[in-house]
């Protein structure tokens, strides 16, 4: 029974703060579903279906809140392998969009499975972790890396190298929030600069020609390099104050690829400039302080990685997006949390707050152990 005491633990910023991000994101949204016409403006759907989503996923955050979060130790096999089914599911019947299987059509929406992907690893990872004790050896360290491998596997090959990339990342990030021995330290940090170079040859051709377009645009100023020039176009031509609300030349008038999605961040950046980016990179930073906090205060081993694992799964969305649209990362299909519109990545993003405000509700209920 939820004891309603619990509600006065609530980290206030961090629902303030979520809250404050995704109607900034609904405002971008509409700018970027614009379209000028002779009678005025129309909307495209993603608007009214991101809306939608935003409340399906408001609901979903909250009723995440009504049982402990310790309950997700019992959840964490079964959701990991229903990820891994669903993710065969989509090598099977999933549905093509831009070249790449990553949806299964359920008729009244498409389920992306690598969203759910992320939260399981997420929540096994840290299950794990919460059972060995001191700092990761090598087979504690393999043990938790494998958590991560078998979906990033699969999530290649449809291939969406960006999120499996994410995940791993995610999981690096935790463990290392929880530590490794010295001995293994050493080694990874002489051997993975070493071993990066051949991971060029796994990649698909499509992978290498976007890292080569990122290295130099302008050898492909109509092709490969189109997204990168007219993100930085945008960005650019914001300048110090930005154009105004509507106002940007680049999304409004249909310049801007994915506007509404992987690069929504340069829609927002040519309507409000330097000062209006800077604005959204203090709420974000805001915004993952506090979930920082909450990991540091957790009572428990679990809920502490848990609240790293949120942590790192937005703060690596966050920096890649924006180093993406800004032309200092390659491109690759990464949206920008709460900004970017997307069905599946709302409701995650919702999930995750769901947690990390759970671990924060419950840090006096009882003992840290």
């Known amino acids: ?208 020609q976007r890292i080569l377009t990122f290295m130099n645009p302008g050898n492909d100023p109509l092709g490969a390099g189109y997204h990168i020039i007219q993100s930085q176009i945008a960005i650019g031509s914001g300048g110090f104050w930005g154009k105004g609300f509507l106002e940007g030349t680049q999304s409004q008038l249909r310049f801007l690829p994915e506007k509404h999605t992987d690069f929504a961040f340069a829609v927002f950046g040519e309507e409000w400039g330097f000062c209006g980016t800077m604005v959204l990179l203090a709420l974000f930073c805001a915004f993952l302080y506090q979930i920082y906090i909450i990991s540091l205060e957790a009572k428990d081993d679990f809920g502490s990685y848990l609240a790293a694992g949120v942590f790192f799964y937005f703060f690596w969305q966050i920096l890649i997006n924006m180093g993406m649209v800004l032309g200092i990362m390659p491109v690759v299909g990464i949206p920008l949390p709460f900004i970017s519109y997307g069905g599946s990545a709302s409701v995650v993003n919702f999930c995750m707050i769901g947690i990390v405000l759970n671990v924060a509700m419950r840090r006096f209920v009882f003992k840290k152990g």
């Not at 995440?64 to 993710?87: G, V």
């Not at 929030?177 to 040859?201: D, E, M, N, Q, R």
């Open 1 to 208: 029974m939820f004891d309603r005491r619990l509600i006065f633990h609530i980290n206030w910023a961090l629902v303030l703060l979520t809250a404050v991000l995704f109607l900034v994101g609904v405002m971008n949204l509409y700018s970027a579903s614009t379209l000028r016409v002779a009678s005025g403006l129309e909307l495209d759907a993603y608007f009214n279906k991101q809306l939608l989503w935003g409340g399906a996923s408001f609901c979903v955050m909250t009723a995440l809140l009504l049982f402990d979060y310790r309950h997700f130790k019992a959840l964490s096999w079964p959701l990991f392998f229903l990820s891994i089914f669903l993710l065969l599911c989509v090598t099977v019947a999933g549905k093509t969009i831009y070249g790449a299987k990553r949806w299964l059509d359920l008729g009244f929406f498409n389920l992306q499975p690598t969203e759910l992907a992320k939260v399981a690893v997420l929540v096994l990872g840290a299950q794990l972790m919460a059972r060995m004790g001191g700092r990761l050896g090598w087979v504690n360290l393999g043990k938790t890396l494998l958590v991560g491998l078998v979906p990033a596997a699969l999530i290649v090959k449809q291939p969406d190298l960006g999120s499996a990339l994410n995940i791993l990342l995610i999981l690096g990030g935790m463990i290392l929030f929880k530590g490794i021995t010295p001995s293994v330290f050493k080694v990874l940090v002489v051997a993975l600069p070493g071993l990066l170079p051949f991971g060029w040859f796994f990649l698909h051709d499509y992978q290498k």
